[in-house]
């Protein structure tokens, strides 16, 4: 890097001051700019509203900092009269410019990793090698984060932009595949929303979230399955079942002619997404599901695979589920807090914060209190660990099936909280097909 390329540098920064909070001195080779730098970035982030020193003040900032008198008026003028029109920003600065921020954060977080492996050896427990893997994990996640590439700062909305106003669901919001459902929701999930459903052990939250990923896809959203329990192949057996329409208790031998299995998903691809009357086909939504043991992962770990499936494979998600919050583990400091409301509000506010990242609706399922066991009637009087996960939620539903239910293979879907939409009509009643496992026939009944 040179002294000239540096001084570019600086001087981008001297006109988009938002850089003094990401750029570091020691980024700067060259001792002269590195000093220079480092006085106006302390005076730069004392105050929000602070604006640029003009050269002369800067001159009289660094004079009283300069004990050795280093840094010659000389100097600081070839500093701040670089100019910037000179270089097209778009196809020689800025691409130079965050390939050496990106590599200096590289290079720090790599000495940050290796002093925490230093203790490694010494370690014995599996509790204290998982703490030093998630902080290894955060460092490697913040040097490689991408989020200073972006120049358009969100400035908010202007409530005389008449474009602001328009609530359009075909852009805000996720069309869950159930009519009910989305006249609840007022459309459909929320984008950048945190959806949770409760109910009790073997209720089958998990049923119904694996329903509700078919549902989306099926009319045309890419959805990402976590599952932090239950197998890959177990998920992709009930998905297939549901989405295939092949009897679950057959689905084992089945699936073994793969000849078949492709038939019946290029018959998908090809159909028609709703069997509506449409004159065009619709666009069938991918599903991927990804594996976790419970206690392993963290919003991090979901953060950096849907990453991946944009880089690698061009998918944009549309959807996440994650079965379920209360199995991910919780980053940094919260890893390690024995406060369950705590551990509930960093999870629950981590997976919110991955829908307002990738623009999309996220959903997720607790266990009910055990009081509420076999219950005909839920509140969220009966959210059994973090009262900071329904707090956190924007849609918060509870899954009702006592035994009477399970005979008739009947469930109730009770909404319990919503920010937005129709609360009237609170309480669906829906069918389950055992043979394909699919939930259908839902309909409004009275609270």
């Known amino acids: 890097m040179t002294i000239g390329i540096e001084k570019i540098f600086f001087g981008y920064i001297l006109q988009n001051k938002k850089y003094f909070h990401i750029v570091d001195p020691y980024f700067f080779k060259n001792n002269e700019i590195q000093f220079v730098y480092e006085i106006l970035k302390n005076y730069m982030l004392k105050d929000s509203d602070v604006q640029l020193p003009s050269a002369k003040q ?5 004079n009283l900092e300069d004990k ?28 130079r410019f ?3 921020i990106l590599s200096n954060r590289l290079k720090a977080g790599t000495v940050d990793i290796v002093e925490e492996t230093r203790n490694l050896d010494a370690i014995n427990d599996f509790e204290t090698t998982l703490s030093t893997a998630n902080k290894i994990k955060e460092i490697v996640d913040q040097m490689s984060s991408l989020n200073f590439v972006n120049d358009d700062d969100d400035m908010g909305s202007d409530f005389d932009d008449v474009e602001a106003h328009v609530q359009d669901s075909a852009k805000f919001k996720v069309k869950s595949g159930f009519a009910t459902l989305d006249h609840m929701l007022g459309g459909g999930w929320d984008i950048g929303t945190l959806n949770m459903l409760m109910g009790e052990t073997n209720s089958g939250k998990s049923l119904w979230m694996q329903n509700l990923a078919v549902a989306s896809a099926n009319i045309g959203s890419n959805v990402l399955y976590v599952t932090l329990e239950m197998s890959e192949r177990k998920v992709l057996k009930r998905l297939g079942a549901m989405r295939l329409k092949i009897p679950v208790n057959e689905y084992d031998e089945i699936s073994k002619d793969t000849e078949f299995m492709q038939k019946k998903i290029d018959s998908l691809k090809k159909s028609a997404a709703g069997g509506g009357n449409d004159l065009f086909e619709k666009k069938i939504g991918k599903i991927y599901t990804r594996f976790w043991a419970a206690g392993t992962a963290n919003v991090n770990d979901v953060d950096n695979y849907i990453q991946k499936l944009k880089d690698r494979k061009g998918i944009k998600i549309d959807l996440v589920i994650v079965d379920y919050l209360t199995l991910m583990v919780p980053p940094g400091k919260a890893n390690g807090s024995d406060t369950l409301y705590i551990k509930g509000k960093v999870l629950a506010e981590g997976l919110r914060a991955l829908g307002a990242k990738y623009k999309c609706p996220v959903i997720s399922a607790l266990q009910v209190a055990k009081d509420a066991w076999n219950s005909s009637n839920i509140s969220l009087e009966s959210v059994p660990e973090s009262k900071a996960i329904p707090e956190t ?55």
């Open 58 to 62: 800067i001159l009289e900032m660094v």
């Open 68 to 95: 050795d008198g280093l840094i010659t008026r000389e100097i600081l003028k070839s500093m701040l009269s670089v100019d910037l029109k000179e270089y097209d920003e778009d196809n020689f600065i800025v691409p």
């Open 98 to 100: 965050n390939a050496w």
């Open 393 to 447: 939620a924007d849609t918060f539903f509870a899954i009702i099936r006592n035994e009477e239910m399970k005979r008739q293979n009947l469930y109730r879907l009770k909404m319990l909280k919503q920010r937005d939409g129709d609360f009237l009509k609170s309480q669906i009643r829906i069918n389950l097909n055992p043979i394909f496992l699919n939930l259908e026939g839902d309909q409004f009944i009275d609270a």
